[in-house]
């Protein structure tokens, strides 16, 4: 019985290992339509984060939308995923964001 009930742990455990390096990351640009603003962000879930923002739970979009996705990028890894967006925002120029945003992949 115990060696039965371990193999259903490990199965388990591999099943959801398998889940975890499926899912998909994204690093996304907002612009708010109120103000103009860029917002630079990362998710595992593009369109619930899109819905957050909007909905004011997000310290800093809140009051500042209505917030659309102008841009995205999707990635296997997380970790990659962070790197791209702090990569982004360390650019801290608007000119260079606007051309990332003109020669990419619009959601």
Same mark, same amino acid.
């Given at each position: 019985?115990?060696?039965?009930?371990?193999?259903?742990?490990?199965?388990?455990?591999?099943?959801?290992?398998? *889940?975890?390096?499926? @899912?998909?990351?994204?690093?996304?640009?907002?612009?708010? #339509?109120? $103000?103009?603003?860029?917002?630079? %962000?990362? $998710?595992?879930? #593009?369109?619930?984060?899109?819905?957050?923002?909007? &909905?004011? =739970?997000? *310290?800093? $979009?809140?009051?500042? %939308?209505?917030?659309? !996705?102008?841009?995205?990028?999707?990635?296997?890894?997380?970790? !990659?995923?962070?790197?791209?967006?702090? @990569?982004?925002? &360390?650019?801290?120029? =608007?000119?260079?964001? @606007?051309?990332?945003?003109?020669?990419? #992949?619009?959601?």
């Amino acid at each position: 019985m115990a060696s039965s009930s371990s193999g259903l742990g490990q199965s388990r455990f591999h099943r959801d290992r398998s *889940r975890v390096r499926s @899912e998909m990351y994204w690093v996304y640009i907002l612009s708010s #339509l109120k $103000t103009g603003m860029f917002y630079i %962000g990362s $998710t595992s879930n #593009l369109k619930e984060r899109l819905y957050r923002h909007n &909905g004011g =739970r997000s *310290r800093f $979009t809140k009051d500042k %939308g209505p917030w659309k !996705i102008v841009y995205s990028e999707q990635f296997g890894d997380k970790a !990659i995923a962070l790197k791209r967006e702090f @990569e982004i925002k &360390g650019w801290k120029s =608007r000119k260079a964001i @606007e051309k990332l945003i003109s020669h990419g #992949l619009v959601v």
